[in-house]
């Protein structure tokens, strides 16, 4: 129903910046949630940072201050900046949505993910 494609990815230095990019094959303006996660070798999936119902941002504590998450609907795209980067944050990072139609039954989508590496 939403498909969902991340770019951006890649090999920085500490300290680097990156910025991801997450295309949606439609609006995302009925979107209940829109964000990033991240998965690094031999852990589990984190959230980094999500838009929620009432344009409320939420971020792992581990990037606040450091990436900042964005949109533009009109392309269908949200972003996501990454700045101050450490290699604590080499990861996959997956676009993931959420779509409620109602309470009971709702609809997750995720991208393939896109790799950033950063070294020390």
């Known amino acids: 129903q939403v498909q969902l494609v991340e770019s951006g990815g890649g090999l920085v230095q500490a300290g680097g910046s990156l910025r991801l990019s997450c295309a949606a094959s439609?609006?995302?303006?009925?979107?209940?949630?829109l964000g990033w996660y991240r998965r690094a070798p031999g852990n589990q999936r984190e959230l980094v940072a999500e838009?929620?119902?009432?344009?409320?941002?939420n971020y792992a504590d581990s990037v606040k201050g450091r990436f900042s998450i964005s949109r533009d609907d009109d392309k269908n795209t949200m972003y996501l900046q990454m700045n101050s980067l450490k290699p604590e944050d080499t990861a996959v990072y997956f676009c993931?949505?959420?779509?409620?139609?109602?309470?009971?039954?709702?609809?997750?989508?995720w991208g393939p993910g896109t790799q950033v590496t950063v070294s020390s």
């Open positions: 439609r609006s995302i303006r009925r979107l209940d949630k």
């Open positions: 993931h949505a959420v779509l409620a139609v109602v309470v009971e039954r709702s609809y997750e989508f």
């Open positions: 838009f929620t119902s009432g344009s409320i941002t």
